[in-house]
């Protein structure tokens, strides 16, 4: 399933999946506040550009957020310095295998040749 991105003022990201037919704006907004320090009546999530502020109160889909959105994180927000950034290659790799699972090997066969 697709992620949500949350894109903060220092460039740092947080992920995650919502639904849009059954999770609320309240739900995205609780997801984020509990990564800052900062109070989170300062918080105020956006689609840009054009800048459309994410109201709270509804389903996602009813305020024309998709699985696949981004959204900024704004108002005079700090993310918690005890957040731990992951990137790389392997760290994606990781985030993956967390969200689609583990895949299983095909099995092996071994063919007989005779002469």
């Not at 740092?12 to 309240?26: G, H, K």
């Not at 994410?54 to 957020?65: E, H, V």
């Not at 969200?99 to 092996?108: C, E, F, W």
């Amino acid at each position: 399933m697709p992620d949500n991105l949350f894109r903060f003022p220092d460039g740092c990201q947080l992920q995650d999946v919502f639904r849009p037919a059954s999770q609320t704006t309240d739900e995205l907004y609780s997801f984020v506040q509990d990564y800052l320090s900062s109070p989170p009546s300062q918080l105020t999530l956006y689609q840009a550009p054009p800048k459309v502020v994410i109201q709270r109160g509804g389903l996602l889909a009813d305020a024309g957020l998709t699985s696949t959105t981004l959204l900024h994180a704004g108002g005079g927000i700090t993310l918690r310095d005890s957040l731990v950034v992951e990137n790389g290659t392997a760290a994606a790799m990781r985030q993956l295998s967390e969200v689609l699972g583990t895949p299983t090997p095909p099995p092996k066969t071994a063919t007989v040749v005779e002469e």
